[in-house]
Every structure is written in C-alpha cells, then in structure tokens.
C-alpha cells in the first residue's frame, strides 16, 4: 500500500508493546460509542442468565451476582473504532464463576451475548472461559455509568470492545456460531486487536 | 424495488482513494472528493475509513460517513478538523489533490437508510453527512417525499451543507444565532413532531452529546424508541 505523501507519526505509542496496530492511547477519555438508545436499567430490574447449552440454566439478580466470588481486571480495553485505554481496572465477577454454575454442555462451543437492549454479540466460548472474561458493574471504583452499559456490562478486554456488551442480560451457549448485532452489520466474527480482525473478511 | 437492495454484501478490502477535489468550505471543514479504486455501491448512511501510512510504516485510521450518493462516480467525505487530529489535521492542512489514500468501505449496515421506508433523521454538527447522502439519494428516486431531515448547528459556520440542507427543505436550526424569523434554540417539540409523523424509521447522528440531547426530542416527538438508529463519534482525531 502507498505511503500518505507528507504523513508522518505524530502520537507516541504508549507504554511499548501495548498498543495493538492502527490503535490510539486515548488519554483520560473513554469515548461511548453505542447504536442505540441508552436504557434507564435499575439495578434491582436487572438479571444475568446463562442457559441455551448449559445442564443448570441459571439466573442471577443484582444481589445474588454481588454475593458470589469477586474478581477484578487490571489492564487495557481496545475498541475497534482506534482508541485504546491503558491501565482501567473493572470489577464484577468472573464468566468461569456464573459458566461453573451453569455447567455447559460438551457439545457448547459458542456463546451468544445478550443485553436488555436487544443488543447481540457472538464470541467463542474459549474467549470467554479461562479468566479472560467478567461481567463487571465498577470501573475505577466507581459504578458503571449507564452510558458505558452500567448497571453492568460484559468484559472481554483481549477483543475489541464491541464484543463486551452493555447491559449484559444473559449468554446463551450454543453448539454453532451464529452472529451478533455488529457481526451481521458487517464487523469480525472475532476480533482480535493484535490480528486487526475489525471488519468481515480480515484474516 | 430501488436497486439499493441489490448491494452485494461481500467484505470490504483495503484499495486506494485519489483526491480529485479539496474544498475548505470553513477553517476547520473539508470536503474530499475521491476517485476510490474498484469502488463497491455504498447505502446512504454508510461510512469509509481512511488509513493514512507513514514511511516507517506507522498508520493511523478514522472512519468517515459518506456523503454522496451511490451513483455519484465519486466518494464525497466530510471531514471535521480536530485539535490535534492526527488524520483530520493531514487531511486539512497537507493533504492535496492528486494524492493517494487508503480507504475502505463501505462499511455499516445498521446506519443505512433503504430509500424505501419513511424516515425522519435528527442530525448535528458534522453529523450532518449521513442525511446529507440519503437527502441526495432521495432525490435521485424521486422520493423526497419519505424522508424528513432536523439539522442542527451552533451557527451556520458549524453547519456543513447547511444550504444543501435547507434548499432540500431540511429543518435548519442554529442554537445559538438566529435565522430569519427562527430565534436561535434546539428544535422544538412542536417543529419535530410534523417531521417524526410516519416514520418507520429514526437516525440520529453527531457528538455523543448531540446524542444524548437528541434521542428524548425524537422520542418525545412521538417516534418509537426501537425503531431509533444511532451514529455517533467521539473527538477521535
């Protein structure tokens, strides 16, 4: 591909080794970016369910979630529209956690991210699994702002945060992989920031 | 049928873009017009990226809505110059025509208008852009008559096509000048309902604040809260 006459590198990278190619240390902002009308979510209306695949389809409330083990993120969140965010630290519980008491069937493979919204987003189940994913409802040690999907929200930070739901309502496991609200609408089944899996059809 | 169905939904590869003309409408506005190679059809409301690379091979990429129509033979981006933009900063103060971008697109496919449903847009500031390509299609298909666009801006300086808009019969409203006999102010619920009647189908597009000031006008309009598409974009330079 051509080199931009007269373009040149103006942003330093960050911390090294972090920033994932054709992203951006976004500073002390965090952009919201969102498709749809933010709902008004009381904490006391809101559930987490995981079924589908599962032996023990299960259902959490607000206090029920807060009552099991805590588990807390420490690290970077990269959204595909260029920003990256350096050292947040999000707390909630682990997917393991809620997946554990759930029990997913052998033939579960795929996961089906819901929220209250309607909103869906696809991911493999081993993206999920292995403490590589929360459902999370603090972010510095404060609640999760309504805007960035709070009361809470899923958090898979090793993809690009599309994939981390807002107003995460319930992960569905399934045998095949069936594509979420972006991925239909033209974004990666996947979305690794270090493979640049943006759109469809990135390797 | 319109034909704008017939968009084949095949993925977008990267290719190059020619600038064939650089119009600075305001300081800190500027209009490309590209010659893209091996351009696929875009959908109003859809939007491209732009990938700038440097000769270390640094890149850096921002997503732009379209502006013209598909049948335009050139892809019109709007681009709104940021303090310290990495690639709006290039593109308004270095970038010249003749020179060659990477782009790729069309991208999108829930911010697009179908040209067949009644639509009402609620757009702001360089949000403008993707009312601007359905105003254009619109009018292609003779079909004025199924979208009704709210456009609004500080002033006319931070309005893009604001004279396109209001020559199509765009709701023009600046909060912060008056124009003719329209004090200045946010569109009211009185101006917005006409607009929202019969749509099938809401957009609104600008800053998240735009966003967030624009959502409860529309539905306060009357329009259905599910039926409400949403772009929006932070100062991503």
Same mark, same amino acid.
């Given at each position: 591909?051509?080199?931009?006459?007269?373009?040149?590198?103006?942003?330093?990278?960050?911390? !090294?080794?972090?920033?994932?190619?054709?992203?951006?240390?976004?500073?002390?902002?965090?952009?919201?970016?969102?498709?749809?009308?933010?709902?008004?979510?009381?904490?006391?209306?809101?559930?987490?369910?995981?079924?589908?695949?599962?032996? !023990?389809?299960?259902?959490?409330?607000?206090?029920?979630?807060?009552?099991?083990?805590?588990?807390?993120?420490?690290?970077?969140?990269?959204?595909?529209?260029?920003?990256?965010?350096?050292?947040?630290?999000?707390?909630?519980?682990?997917?393991?956690?809620?997946?554990?008491?759930?029990?997913?069937?052998?033939?579960?493979?795929?996961?089906?991210?819901?929220?209250?919204?309607?909103?869906?987003?696809?991911?493999?189940?081993?993206?999920?699994?292995?403490?590589? !994913?929360?459902?999370?409802?603090?972010?510095?040690?404060?609640?999760?702002?309504?805007?960035?999907?709070?009361?809470?929200?899923?958090?898979?930070?090793?993809?690009?945060?599309?994939?981390?739901?807002?107003?995460?309502?319930?992960?569905?496991?399934?045998?095949?992989?069936?594509?979420?609200?972006?991925?239909?609408?033209?974004?990666?089944?996947?979305?690794?920031?270090?493979?640049?899996?943006?759109?469809?059809?990135?390797? | 049928?319109?034909?704008?169905?017939?968009?084949?939904?095949?993925?977008?590869?990267?290719?190059?873009?020619?600038?064939?003309?650089?119009?600075?409408?305001?300081?800190?506005?500027?209009?490309?017009?590209?010659?893209?190679?091996?351009?696929?059809?875009?959908?109003?409301?859809?939007?491209?990226?732009?990938?700038?690379?440097?000769?270390?091979?640094?890149?850096?990429?921002?997503?732009?809505?379209?502006?013209?129509?598909?049948?335009?033979?050139?892809?019109?981006?709007?681009?709104?110059?940021?303090?310290?933009?990495?690639?709006?900063?290039?593109?308004?103060?270095?970038?010249?025509?003749?020179?060659?971008?990477?782009?790729?697109?069309?991208?999108?496919?829930?911010?697009?208008?179908?040209?067949?449903?009644?639509?009402?847009?609620?757009?702001?500031?360089?949000?403008?852009?993707?009312?601007?390509?359905?105003?254009?299609?619109?009018?292609?298909?003779?079909?004025?008559?199924?979208?009704?666009?709210?456009?609004?801006?500080?002033?006319?300086?931070?309005?893009?096509?604001?004279?396109?808009?209001?020559?199509?019969?765009?709701?023009?409203?600046?909060?912060?000048?008056?124009?003719?006999?329209?004090?200045?102010?946010?569109?009211?619920?009185?101006?917005?309902?006409?607009?929202?009647?019969?749509?099938?189908?809401?957009?609104?597009?600008?800053?998240?604040?735009?966003?967030?000031?624009?959502?409860?006008?529309?539905?306060?309009?009357?329009?259905?809260?599910?039926?409400?598409?949403?772009?929006?974009?932070?100062?991503?330079?």
């Amino acid at each position: 591909m051509p080199v931009t006459r007269g373009f040149f590198r103006k942003r330093d990278e960050g911390p !090294a080794g972090r920033l994932p190619p054709g992203q951006y240390d976004t500073g002390s902002s965090w952009p919201v970016l969102t498709a749809e009308a933010a709902p008004d979510l009381a904490p006391a209306d809101w559930r987490i369910s995981v079924d589908g695949l599962v032996e !023990a389809p299960s259902t959490w409330t607000w206090d029920e979630a807060h009552a099991l083990p805590g588990s807390t993120y420490t690290g970077d969140i990269h959204c595909v529209t260029t920003w990256s965010k350096f050292d947040m630290t999000f707390r909630g519980v682990s997917v393991d956690d809620l997946l554990t008491a759930a029990r997913p069937r052998p033939e579960a493979r795929f996961v089906l991210a819901h929220s209250s919204t309607g909103y869906t987003t696809n991911l493999p189940l081993d993206d999920v699994t292995g403490g590589k !994913a929360w459902v999370v409802w603090e972010v510095d040690g404060k609640p999760l702002s309504r805007e960035h999907g709070g009361p809470a929200r899923l958090l898979v930070p090793h993809l690009y945060f599309w994939k981390s739901a807002k107003w995460v309502s319930r992960l569905e496991l399934l045998a095949e992989d069936q594509q979420g609200f972006w991925e239909r609408n033209g974004y990666h089944d996947r979305g690794d920031p270090w493979r640049e899996q943006r759109y469809q059809g990135d390797a | 049928m319109t034909g704008i169905e017939a968009v084949t939904p095949r993925a977008t590869e990267w290719t190059t873009g020619t600038i064939i003309t650089k119009e600075q409408p305001t300081p800190d506005q500027v209009r490309l017009r590209l010659h893209v190679e091996d351009r696929q059809r875009h959908d109003p409301g859809q939007h491209y990226v732009v990938r700038l690379r440097a000769p270390d091979d640094y890149t850096a990429q921002r997503s732009y809505s379209v502006a013209s129509d598909g049948e335009d033979p050139l892809l019109e981006l709007l681009v709104e110059r940021l303090p310290d933009g990495e690639v709006s900063g290039h593109l308004a103060d270095v970038a010249e025509v003749g020179d060659v971008l990477e782009v790729r697109g069309p991208i999108g496919r829930w911010f697009r208008w179908d040209a067949r449903t009644p639509a009402v847009c609620l757009v702001g500031g360089t949000g403008v852009v993707p009312a601007v390509a359905m105003l254009r299609t619109a009018r292609r298909l003779g079909r004025t008559d199924l979208l009704r666009v709210a456009a609004v801006g500080r002033s006319p300086e931070h309005l893009p096509y604001a004279a396109e808009l209001a020559r199509a019969g765009a709701l023009v409203a600046y909060t912060r000048h008056d124009a003719g006999d329209r004090p200045a102010g946010p569109p009211r619920p009185d101006e917005l309902a006409p607009l929202a009647e019969g749509a099938e189908v809401a957009f609104i597009c600008g800053s998240p604040r735009f966003v967030a000031l624009a959502t409860p006008l529309l539905i306060g309009a009357g329009v259905d809260p599910t039926t409400i598409r949403v772009e929006q974009f932070g100062a991503t330079g």
